[in-house]
Structures are given as structure tokens and as C-alpha cells.
């Protein structure tokens, strides 16, 4: 029913503005009146005024009928009130919290075997003291070098700092 109320809404308002183009304005009148195509019309010189304007008026009336029509229908038209849309939305929300689970396989299923902590071999155990020698090794020797750089460029800055002896001719 809305869609036909719709269309036919739609033809009348293109009608509407087909009749409002037709008609002729104030000035036409007095042309008219002289006899400039008056006995051309189909309605005479009065008569097409009469039938523009009536039926005009029947469609502007049928247009704003049709306009109030479709928002009444517009405005009440049968949706989910605020209740079952609230239950909807639930119902969504827990779908999608079901469909985002993540699906649980044991590590022996996929191929990976089951390790504890306890099973770590000595071997692995033993290389981290072995690591942390070669560190300390390291350490020291990042600090020797450093040492040497601030002394070279503590000698530079004390060269820098003496008084460069200047000859002022008088032989001294």
C-alpha cells in the first residue's frame, strides 16, 4: 500500500507542476482581451482559466493528502519496538561473541609435543653461566676502550688550554 500511495504521489506531483507550467500569468490576460488567440484556446477565452485553476486546486489539494498520508505511514510504520529491538541486539552480540570464540586444540593434535619446564636438558642449563662470563668479557673490555678515548681527549683539551707564545719583536 505505501509504495502505491508512493507512486500515485508521484504522478500527481509531476501533473501538478505540468498544470502550473500551462496556465498563463496576469499579463496574458490583456492580450488576450484584444483578441490575440483567444478563439484558439479549446475552452475559449474564460472557460480554460476556470478548468486550470479548478483543477489545479484538486490536485494541490490530493498532493498535500497524499504528502500527510505517507508521513503518518512513514512515522507508524510496523518496526521492532524498543523492547524487541533491545532483545535483538542481544541476541546479535551474544551470536557474535559465539562465532569469535576461539576453538581450543590440544598442542598434541597439531604436532607440537607437550614440554614442561622441569624437562629442560642440563645442556641448555649449563650454557647460560657460559653466556654470562662471555658478557662479562665483553663488559671490560667496552670499559678499557672507553677509558682510553676519555684520556686521549683529555691530553687534546689540556694541549688546547696552553698559552701559545707570541713574538712581539723585541727578541724575547
Known amino acids: 500500500m505505501y509504495q502505491i500511495l508512493l507512486v500515485s504521489f508521484l504522478v500527481v506531483a509531476v501533473a501538478l507542476v505540468g498544470l502550473i507550467l500551462v496556465q498563463h500569468g496576469k499579463g496574458a490576460d490583456m492580450g488576450a482581451s484584444f483578441g490575440a488567440g483567444a478563439s484558439n484556446t479549446v475552452f475559449g477565452a474564460s472557460g480554460s482559466g476556470n478548468f486550470l485553476t479548478r483543477t489545479t486546486a484538486i490536485l494541490a489539494l490530493l498532493f498535500f493528502s497524499l504528502a500527510l498520508g505517507l508521513g503518518y505511514l512513514t ?35 597439531i604436532g607440537i609435543p607437550n614440554v614442561k619446564v622441569d624437562d629442560v636438558t642440563t645442556e641448555s642449563a649449563s650454557a647460560v653461566p657460559d653466556v654470562k662470563v662471555e658478557a662479562e668479557k665483553k663488559a671490560t673490555e667496552v670499559k678499557l676502550e672507553a677509558g682510553k678515548k676519555v684520556e686521549e ?9 696552553k698559552p701559545v707564545p707570541v713574538k712581539d719583536g723585541s727578541g724575547h
Open 75 to 109: 512515522a507508524h510504520k510496523s518496526s521492532p519496538t524498543g523492547v524487541d529491538l533491545a532483545t535483538q541486539i542481544e541476541k546479535e552480540q551474544a551470536a557474535k561473541k559465539e562465532a569469535s570464540k576461539e576453538i581450543e586444540v590440544p598442542a598434541t593434535e
Open 153 to 161: 681527549l683529555k691530553k687534546k683539551a689540556q694541549e688546547k688550554d
